[in-house]
């Protein structure tokens, strides 16, 4: 373990932006939830009668479980408990995946272990730090809620419990990280075993198999019942389970050499057949965008599914007030609904996209761009052949989630589809900012692109609880975004080619300055 408190300074400061955008945004969300619930359903009557509409609709079963308790603090726990270990876990495996084998891939680590560093320092400082992360993310969670009335003790339950599901998945994504020698396949391993995990749970509460929530995180999570009886002892087996993993990790990563993952990589072809620099782009990018489009069009999917059902099943005078508010009259619960949702899965879409617009820049810190430019491909050919796949995998992602949505919910799937792509402009805004910084500022581009994306959720958050308004809310793109389910489609075009206009300049400017920078190889 020697050098891990050293390491552990090196994380924190190569995350010192990313760290605290994702604690603050994620520490606010059960407070602001909480507020919204106490809004909507004025007494316990509505909120019951709402508990009661819930248990009825297998998409909700299925994506947030069963409602223990009917008060403000248990439909807050109900909404977000799977919510947010879902979104710690995938930041934990990023985070544990970036700070362990993709050192490695990139050779960092093998510098670092000529000093004073130990065998098991760089994977102790990962779990440390991203542990530390998902505690106090808990710990702030609290307060807001205690101060919005909620029970002291059962806020803290909630917030331990979110900070074990991130623990959970920054073990799995230790153990992963020993298997492969690809960054990208570790992180795919992990993500796919958080889908399994999840699936599990959905299958306990669709199915009356309760015994198999205990096999998952996602259930150990939601069997803490915080503000429902208060089960604290499942935290012990949470830290039990965690620290089962992490061991594992570690007696696995005694058993391969640095670089190297315990499966062997398969060989590859003996001769190559790409058709140049955009060729290569797509070998590179293909694998990712794949994945992407499949989850997104199952997502898509099980929302239209979910929709359905919510004219009859939200029927109150709070949400037709609502409905009426955001809609104008005669406005559908269920479209108001699937626009928020949307608008929402927008910004994940965008997430995808920065994946493809950072691809450039992590073959530059890898070393691999300047090898592929000693030879006859130039620079702007090179940054073009990432862009351009930057550009059509949203559009793509958005396309499937739409018809998916489309097909599952009222079967119009040009009308679905056609609000989805709306977006489009508002995530091609936000790849020209990464473009842009790609040019300019190569090692702060990952983390200043992903903080700025993280801000325009701050923002939109604030907007939606009347915290934020006027310049600060038309900071972000997605403000702008006509609402097409909503009747929006008139006014449409003027602020959607604004945005593409904004993400050309951008994405311009950006590559004027890459032609006009050194190379920086390394992050």
Known sequence: MTGTLTLIRLILRRDRVLLPVWIAISALLPASIAS????????????????????SNPAQLATRGHIYDASVGGLTAWTLGSSLALIGGLVSILLVIRHTRVEEETGRRELLSSGVIGRHAPLAAALAVVLAANLLLGLLSVVPLVAGGQPA????????????????????????????????????????AGGLLFALRSLADTGGIGWLAWLTPFGWVRLTKPYAGDQ??????????????????????????????????????????????????????RGTLAGFAIGFGLLGALLGVSARGLDSQLDTPQFQELAATVGGAGARISDVFFTFVMYVLSQLVTGAALVSALRARGEEAAGRAELLLSTPVGRLRWALSHLVFAIVSPALLLAVLGAAAGLTYDGDVARVAGATLAYLPAVWTVVGIATLLFGLLPRLAVAVSRTALGLFLVVDLLAEFKLAGGIVLNLSPFVHVPAMLLGGSSSAVAPLLGLTAVAVALAAAGLAFLRRRNLVPSA
């Open 36 to 55: 919204a619930t106490t809004d909507l359903y004025a007494d316990q009557a509505a909120r019951d009668a709402f508990a009661a509409a819930s248990a």
């Open 153 to 192: 003790g059962s806020s803290l339950l909630f917030g331990l419990s979110t900070a074990g599901g991130g623990w959970a998945f920054a073990a799995v994504a230790a153990v992963t990280a020993q298997l492969t020698a690809s960054s990208g396949t570790a992180r795919g391993l992990a993500i796919a």
């Open 232 to 285: 604290w002892w499942v935290l012990g087996l949470i830290a039990a389970a965690v620290a089962a993993v992490a061991t594992a990790a570690f007696a696995l990563s005694t058993r391969r050499d640095v670089a190297g993952g315990l499966v062997p990589t398969r060989q590859g072809p003996a001769t190559g057949g790409l058709p140049g620099a955009f060729g290569l782009a797509g070998r590179l990018h």
